[in-house]
T-cell receptor, first 109, second 116 residues
């Protein structure tokens, strides 16, 4: 079956770095998405990876290894506003998105 | 105007009521979606419309009935729901890419549904 695994919850300190991991098993693969969702708000797009390697976008970076079925989202210089849930989703051979349950990130001062 | 707007934001209904959720997108996208979001569970895709035609229905109970009158509007009609249907219902839109796939999803803020 198709599956996405990501940690349920993580805690980090303001100013630090945190890495949120995501492993996926899909029938075919057409890329991996990361979304951010603040409590009570809409999910918003963060990144898309389809090729192996690291994509950097400001304080956020996303990494993909297709051979390992693995991705991570790296957040640097953490700010209190980064407290949110981070959703990982893989696109399968039919371009259907398979979603993880999300990782709730708690930032402490 | 925000990209994707959903109304109402909150809805409480009894099991015998009939209500509708509304979604409107101002992004010129050609695909719209209904998702169900329950606590600590992955997003569940309910319905997909591409160019106003339903292209996917993931075995959703018939008490949920979608309607897409045009590319900018999407409705979810609710009838005789169960308490386990209580969840956040998210609407999203995207632009389909020639050859397959879509661009990123743009979500509305959701309609929080409570079924008593």
């Amino acid at each position: 079956g198709q599956n996405i695994d990501q940690p349920t919850e993580m805690t980090a300190t303001e100013g630090a770095i945190v890495q949120i991991n995501c492993t996926y098993q899909t029938s075919g693969f057409n890329g991996l998405f990361w979304y951010q969702q603040h409590a009570g708000e809409a999910p918003t797009f963060l990144s898309y990876n389809v090729l192996d390697g690291l994509e950097e976008k400001g304080r956020f970076s996303s990494f993909l290894s297709r051979s390992k079925g693995y991705s991570y989202l790296l957040l640097k210089e953490l700010q209190m506003k980064d407290s949110a849930s981070y959703l990982c989703a893989a696109s399968d051979s039919n371009y259907q998105l398979i979603w993880g349950a999300g990782t709730k990130l708690i930032i402490k001062p | 105007e925000t990209g994707v707007t959903q109304t109402p934001r909150h809805l409480v209904m009894g099991m015998t009521n009939k209500k509708s959720l509304k979604c409107e997108q101002h992004l010129g996208h050609n695909a719209m979606y209904w998702y169900k979001q329950s606590a600590k569970k992955p997003l569940e895709l309910m319905f997909v419309y591409s160019l106003e035609e339903r292209v996917e229905n993931n075995s959703v109970p018939s008490r949920f009935s979608p309607e897409c009158p045009n590319s900018s509007h999407l409705f979810l009609h609710l009838h005789t729901l169960q308490p386990e249907d209580s969840a956040l219902y998210l609407c999203a839109s995207s632009q389909e890419i020639a050859g397959g796939g879509t661009g990123e999803l743009f979500f509305g803020e959701g309609s929080r549904l409570t079924v008593l």
